[in-house]
């Protein structure tokens, strides 16, 4: 039984982890599973992980949840190149620094407009403008942090080669990107950066990653992208709940 | 140049590094940063760590923030025991999964607890809300359940059969309401047995050295020696707790 990756592209953290595999043709069976169709809430996945969350790596009988742990997990049982994750103890600290800030500055802000633009308007779930302003601030102070401190002068986030932590940015900030936030617009040195990673996956991989999360604000717009089954309501009014 | 480490006690990721550094007889100048005096904001620390969070590290040129980040490089800078953060590749992802997932599991909601219970009613001089509390309590209940009755069901540590980073960074964050008067062990046996356990293996002495600052009543003349920060700390507090 070969490795298995419980993915939705939807989701910024499984989009790293499917890149990460595909750039670096690590053999894997995509189980794909839909969060808007309900199935972190079925049986089944329950069996997967308890906690119900995406992305998790199933290898023979060893599951692993945490996209930052499954991709060191990935980088280091493949022996990927050393820049996604530099042997070097200077050179790993930085992604760890950044992985680090990520887990609580970006993750859970990048992925609010989502919520907020597509899926709160779905179900009628009402979400206080507030809210909406707070989480722009929010990823102003984040963009500026990620460019002063993280990139500065340097071609990517933690150094002169493309790392993880590349990776896992870069996921999240497509995600607001999708749904027509221009993030990028007045940050030069920023959209550089996006530039050079996009340019690092190359198209086609960039296409097939991305496609869904790419259509959904067309699908919402021209009323084509499936409303969520009810079983998923309530884990959607949690998510949203959630918003600061 | 030896080793510097920016730490404020209070903090629990500072209470980790400080407790990892001494147990493995790391040398280090302890540089403390009073996080209620604002000195996190100041230009000088800014210059170490511009994020303006603690902890931080200065090892010669080489500046470094973010506690995983730094107990991760001490581990292997100074080749801590292999138990810390193991080489077998299926147990030290354990340990990587428990530290990414402890960023909004544990950290977030434990802190929230510690800050309605403290911070806000020492700055503010109102007493603790009880309804607030209870809802923040609320909030780090499934991630106890889970490590109660899930983690801890199948093995004695977090991560693998021995003590680790996890157990370090876990134990600190518990022990930040623990510190201040919330029991939050009281419902989870296996939960207060590894707590015990943790101690045990740190050593007694160690972890009250480190939890001293968090564990004594704060001093009442802090709120009124800045009135105007400790009114801009409430306005902060009151709106990440709302």
């Given at each position: 039984m070969g490795l298995e990756l419980y993915l939705d592209l939807l989701s910024q953290p499984c989009r790293a982890v499917y890149i990460f595999a595909k750039k670096n043709g690590i053999p894997f069976k995509?189980?794909?599973?839909?969060?808007?169709?309900?199935?972190?809430?079925?049986?089944?996945?329950?069996?997967?992980?308890?906690?119900?969350?995406?992305?998790?790596?199933?290898?023979?009988?060893?599951?692993?949840?945490?996209?930052?742990?499954?991709?060191?997990?990935?980088?280091?049982?493949?022996?990927?190149?050393?820049?996604?994750?530099?042997?070097?103890?200077?050179?790993?600290?930085?992604?760890?620094?950044?992985?680090?800030?990520?887990?609580?500055?970006?993750?859970?802000?990048?992925?609010?407009?989502?919520?907020?633009?597509?899926i709160a308007p779905l179900t009628g779930a009402h979400v206080p403008e507030e809210k909406v302003e707070r989480n722009k601030t929010a990823m102003d102070r984040a963009l500026q942090q990620l460019e002063d401190k993280f990139l500065g002068d340097q071609a990517f986030l933690t150094g002169q080669q493309m790392s993880l932590a590349d990776l896992m940015a870069f996921e999240e900030l497509m995600q607001p990107v999708a749904v027509g936030y221009d993030l990028f617009e007045g940050r030069p040195k920023l959209a550089a950066w996006r530039e050079r990673v996009e340019a690092f996956l190359g198209s086609d991989l960039f296409q097939e990653t991305h496609g869904p999360i790419l259509n959904i604000l067309e699908q919402a717009v021209n009323k084509k992208f499936p409303k969520p089954s009810p079983e998923v309501y309530p884990y959607i009014l949690l998510r949203i709940s959630r918003i600061p | 140049m030896p080793l510097e480490l920016f730490l404020d006690l209070y903090s629990p990721p500072?209470?980790?590094?400080?407790?990892?550094?001494?147990?493995?007889?790391?040398?280090?100048?302890?540089?403390?940063?009073?996080?209620?005096?604002?000195?996190?904001?100041?230009?000088?620390?800014?210059?170490?760590?511009?994020?303006?969070?603690?902890?931080?590290?200065?090892?010669?040129?080489?500046?470094?923030?973010?506690?995983?980040?730094?107990?991760?490089?001490?581990?292997?800078?100074?080749?801590?025991?292999?138990?810390?953060?193991?080489?077998?590749?299926?147990?030290?992802?354990?340990?990587?999964?428990?530290?990414?997932?402890?960023?909004?599991?544990?950290?977030?909601?434990?802190?929230?607890?510690?800050?309605?219970?403290?911070?806000?009613?020492?700055?503010?001089?109102?007493?603790?809300?009880?309804?607030?509390?209870?809802?923040?309590?609320?909030?780090?209940?499934?991630?106890?359940?889970?490590?109660?009755?899930?983690?801890?069901?199948?093995?004695?540590?977090?991560?693998?059969?021995?003590?680790?980073?996890?157990?370090?960074m876990a134990f600190t964050e518990l022990m930040q309401p623990t510190a201040v008067g919330c029991d939050i062990f009281q419902d989870w046996p296996r939960l207060a047995a590894w707590r015990a356990r943790v101690e045990a293996a740190l050593g007694p002495e160690l972890v009250q050295d480190a939890h001293r600052l968090v564990l004594q009543p704060r001093d009442p003349r802090d709120a009124q020696r800045d009135p105007k920060l400790a009114q801009e700390l409430v306005q902060r507090l009151l709106e990440r707790l709302s």
């Open positions: 995509l189980c794909t599973t839909e969060v808007f169709k309900g199935q972190l809430q079925s049986k089944e996945f329950f069996q997967i992980n308890m906690l119900r969350k995406i992305p998790v790596l199933k290898d023979g009988d060893f599951i692993l949840t945490e996209s930052s742990a499954i991709l060191i997990y990935l980088s280091s049982k493949y022996q990927t190149a050393d820049h996604w994750y530099p042997a070097d103890l200077q050179a790993r600290a930085r992604v760890h620094e950044y992985l680090g800030w990520h887990a609580d500055c970006i993750r859970g802000t990048f992925g609010v407009p989502l919520w907020t633009q597509v | 500072c209470r980790a590094i400080y407790i990892f550094a001494r147990k493995n007889g790391i040398p280090f100048e302890l540089r403390p940063v009073e996080l209620g005096r604002g000195e996190h904001l100041k230009p000088e620390f800014l210059k170490v760590n511009p994020l303006g969070k603690v902890p931080a590290l200065k090892d010669g040129d080489f500046l470094l923030a973010e506690s995983v980040a730094i107990l991760l490089y001490l581990n292997r800078k100074y080749q801590a025991a292999a138990h810390w953060y193991p080489t077998e590749l299926q147990a030290r992802a354990r340990v990587d999964e428990y530290l990414a997932w402890q960023h909004t599991a544990i950290q977030l909601p434990a802190t929230n607890v510690y800050l309605c219970k403290s911070l806000l009613p020492h700055f503010s001089g109102q007493p603790v809300d009880p309804v607030r509390l209870d809802r923040l309590l609320g909030k780090l209940k499934p991630a106890l359940r889970h490590l109660d009755q899930e983690v801890l069901a199948t093995k004695p540590f977090l991560a693998t059969e021995q003590l680790s980073l996890a157990d370090l």
